[in-house]
């Protein structure tokens, strides 16, 4: 059952509100809860699995005072009553949802219950039997409040089959305790057929409780034929003639046609795979709308993120899934179904991450990914021997094998190993030539790819070539020169001659030497030099001569002098 996080009050009744605006909600805990699954699971969870219709009258009443406490519906406060019952403003409202029908509901099984308990109560006292019909009466009352507004365009054809059996179910109790056998024989007839029909358009592992229903109203209806005559019984012709079932079979075909939407069986390379997981019919439904919400993403990195959530999802219903495989064979088609999910989305990942990406290595790696867990996926037991299947995966792994040799070329010529890269480019432009045909078949990403490829190889492995050949003749220029100059003079000492020489096109030429070499270089004259071979100097050794003497006498005057102390002062 949907929660809604704020519910206001609702609109007055004089506004219109839009139909298109309007959603179809089913009375239901969750997608396939409708009013019979809802209280079955009821009674066995309060009290009536044991027969204790007072424990289970006590939670209609909770459950009827917790639902206008959350929907903002109560009926006065602490010392004032006001009636407030759920009108068709309350369902026609925007921002209402489904749990606005319980509360009739609940106010029916709540009086039902309470009649029930005084049916075991009347054995002794007899007096009991009026009130019990009192509360069947009431019962059938909310019965069609609750019938009434299911016919509101707002609910869907199978919630108006459910309300027409409850309805004729609850009137068929009370005509039964008032012993009007033909009219009790009318409605429970009604109600038996109404869930038959509804049985027959559900899957088998939903079938259970309806069955039970109508078991239930056998023993009820044979009792009437029994008070009325055999030939009095009402059979379904009677019923439709008379009028009471003339809309049935437009609501059943219209039922089954909407069951039939609702996902309880895919089918997988010709194998119908049964789906009896509540969590995984859920989970394949919304992927059903994942290609368009893809479409409307704003880039690739939005696309990117979208596929990531899903993958959260993904691994626990898988999980799941391996878990009941462990014990019955059919989830094991089951598990191989979800698991080639997976990595049909993986690889729509990847390939995004490829049209994103600027490193073609990076490209290879992502593609590398593809091809093994499609190769894996391709080999598994459940679609090994199946001819379509193995066709696809097949053309899928051709597709993705051309794709990383044509992002392999790519790293090549970042390398400029040309050869390589041609050889690389021309196998992924003949890989692709097969593939038109079944481009169609092919996610939206894988297709654009290769038309990439089909574009764009020819045109590279042309570049490719030519930068191949472009090498070989330089190669060949170098290797065999016709003879080889070997000088250590510099080419600023010899500009007068011409070699061809292969050193001056290397990175270390012989232009100059450096540093440059040692040279002697004249000084300028001094004038004063010239003029030393023209002057003449005196003779002064009478001189020298006289001066040494004089230095001798005074040195021997003196030894003495200084040997006895004289001439101090």
């Known amino acids: 059952m949907a929660q809604v996080e704020k519910l206001v009050d609702p609109t007055p009744a004089d506004e219109q509100v839009p139909k298109k605006d309007l959603e179809p909600f089913t009375l239901e805990k969750k997608i396939l809860f409708l009013v019979l699954k809802l209280i079955k699971e009821a009674h066995q969870q309060h009290g009536l699995r044991h027969g204790d219709y007072q424990r289970y009258r006590g939670y209609c009443s909770r459950r009827i005072s917790r639902l206008r406490k959350v929907l903002k519906i109560p009926q006065g406060d602490r010392r004032h009553f006001k009636k407030r019952d759920v009108t068709e403003t309350h369902i026609n409202n925007t921002r209402s949802d489904e749990r606005y029908l319980h509360i009739p509901l609940m106010l029916s099984e709540r009086c039902w219950a309470y009649a029930m308990q005084l049916k075991q109560e ?13 509360k069947l009466r009431k019962a059938c009352v909310y019965a069609l409040q609750l019938d009434e507004l299911s016919k509101m365009e707002r609910c869907d054809v199978r919630t108006q089959l459910e309300a027409q059996a409850y309805v004729a179910w609850i009137h068929g109790s009370l005509h039964f305790e008032l012993e009007m056998w033909s009219k009790a024989t009318e409605n429970l007839k009604k109600a038996q057929v109404i869930y038959e029909k509804l049985a027959a358009t559900l899957p088998e592992a939903e079938q259970i409780p309806y069955k039970q229903r109508v078991d239930e109203i056998a023993p009820s209806l044979r009792y009437c034929a029994y008070n009325i005559g055999d030939e009095k019984a009402v059979n379904l012709l009677e019923l439709r003639s008379q009028g009471i079932l003339e809309t049935l079979n437009a609501l059943v075909f219209e039922a089954t046609t909407k069951t039939a939407a609702i996902l309880h069986e895919v089918t997988w390379f010709g194998l119908k795979i049964p789906i009896r997981n509540e969590r995984v019919r859920l989970l394949l439904l919304s992927i059903e709308g994942l290609d368009d919400s893809l479409k409307n993403a704003e880039d690739n990195q939005a696309k990117i993120k979208i596929l990531e959530n899903l993958f959260i999802d993904l691994r626990d219903v898988i999980s799941l899934a391996r878990e009941s495989s462990r014990t019955e064979k059919q989830d094991q088609l089951l598990l191989a179904y979800l698991l080639s999910i997976r990595i049909e989305r993986t690889s729509q990942r990847n390939l995004l991450l490829v049209q994103q990406s600027k490193k073609p290595q990076d490209s290879v790696r992502l593609l590398d990914i593809n091809i093994q867990q499609t190769t894996e996926i391709s080999q598994n037991e459940a679609i090994k021997d199946n001819e379509l299947a193995q066709s696809r995966f097949d053309h899928q792994l051709q597709a993705y094998k051309a794709l990383r040799s044509f992002y392999l070329a790519k790293t090549h010529l970042a390398a400029k190993r040309w050869k390589e890269a041609a ?12 593939l038109k045909p079944v481009n169609e078949n092919f996610i939206t990403e894988l297709s654009q790819l290769i038309k990439m490829v089909q574009e764009t190889a020819d045109t590279e492995m042309v570049i490719a070539k030519a930068n191949y050949a472009l090498g070989i003749q330089e190669d060949e220029g170098v290797a065999l020169p016709q003879k080889v100059f070997k000088s250590k003079k510099p080419l600023i000492d010899r500009l007068d001659e011409f070699r061809e020489e292969l050193q001056l ?65």
């Open 505 to 569: 096109l290397s990175k270390n030429p012989n232009l100059v030497s450096l540093p440059p070499n040692m040279e002697a270089v004249p000084a300028k004259p001094l004038f004063f030099d010239l003029a030393n071979n023209l002057v003449t100097f005196p003779d002064l050794s009478e001189k020298l001569e006289g001066q040494t003497k004089a230095k001798q006498a005074a040195g021997i005057s003196g030894f003495v002098k200084g040997l006895w102390g004289w001439g101090k002062k």
């Open 122 to 134: 009347s054995n002794t006292e007899p007096r009991k039997r009026f009130h019990l019909v009192q």
């Open 423 to 434: 050889i690389l480019f021309h196998f992924s432009n003949e890989s692709t030539k097969d």
